[in-house]
């Protein structure tokens, strides 16, 4: 009689597992009575030094949103209704001091945060934010500010979905300032941290530790790195599939 050979095992299938969607959370003690489980909408934020293609990037992405028939709403830095205006005013004396423009930040955050991002959130717009809570504690971490400090001011912000940092050199971004300006920002040089006299110098050495501190913070808050040296369209379709994946709930 024939013997019928033993049956080889079968291969067991990995099983892929895929995690569930984050739920929407603060990164601290947040706003109180806000319902986060109620914020149809996506936060999208895009970071980066000026001269790194942000605005750039916000509008090709809003076009692609609303073409995709999503609703969008737009926040950034120094927006507020409430404190804008004085923002701008007291940052032409060049004489605050880093505290209160820490502060003052913080108040134009806070209030968009409440009458802007959040009933946007609620009523599922697509919010894009021109910069977020990032570039305010880089720029306070480089000025000498206290992290506790920091994390707790900003800890009524709420989680992105999502954020992007277009990551450009210092002597990149200096070339591109003077292409568009003509000329260098006091604030953007760090002028007030006494880094050189001259104005250019001064603006690589600041960018330099701006950029080392975004690193830092990258670890901790995850954004997405992307290199800003590629051509404005390049830099879309790359936003764009991550974007697409965030939409999808992966």
């Known amino acids: 009689m024939k013997k019928i050979p033993p049956s080889k095992p079968r291969r067991q299938r990995t099983r892929i597992v895929v995690p569930s969607q ?18 149809a909408g996506k936060l999208i934020v895009v970071e980066g ?3 790194s293609g942000r605005s750039t990037q916000i509008a090709k992405l809003v076009n692609w949103l609303e073409a995709s028939g999503h609703a969008t709403v737009q926040v950034g830095l120094s927006r507020s209704t409430l404190v804008s205006e004085e923002l701008e005013r007291a940052k032409e004396g060049n004489i605050m001091s880093h505290t209160t423009m820490s502060l003052f930040y913080a108040t134009d955050f806070a209030d968009q945060l409440e009458n802007t991002i959040l009933p946007a959130l609620r009523s599922g717009f697509m919010v894009l934010a021109d910069r977020y809570i990032y570039t305010l504690m880089v720029r306070d971490i480089v000025r000498g500010s206290d992290q506790n400090w920091l994390r707790n001011l900003y800890g009524i912000a709420l989680v992105p979905d ?35 006299r001259d104005m250019f110098d001064s603006f690589l050495k ?12 990258q670890s901790t808050y995850g954004f997405t790195i992307i290199d800003a040296d590629h051509s404005p369209d390049e830099i879309h379709e790359e936003l764009i599939k991550k974007i697409e994946a965030v939409l999808a709930g992966k």
């Open 162 to 196: 999502v954020v992007f940092y277009l990551n450009v050199s210092p002597e990149e971004l200096v070339q591109r300032n003077f292409a568009k300006n003509h000329t260098l920002d006091f604030w953007e040089s760090g002028m007030d941290l006494g880094l050189s």
């Open 22 to 39: 984050t739920r929407r959370r603060f990164y601290g003690h947040g706003i109180p009575g806000v319902d986060v489980d109620k914020l």
């Open 49 to 51: 030094a000026d001269g």
């Open 206 to 217: 600041y960018q330099g530790l701006v950029a080392k501190q975004y690193q830092r913070l």
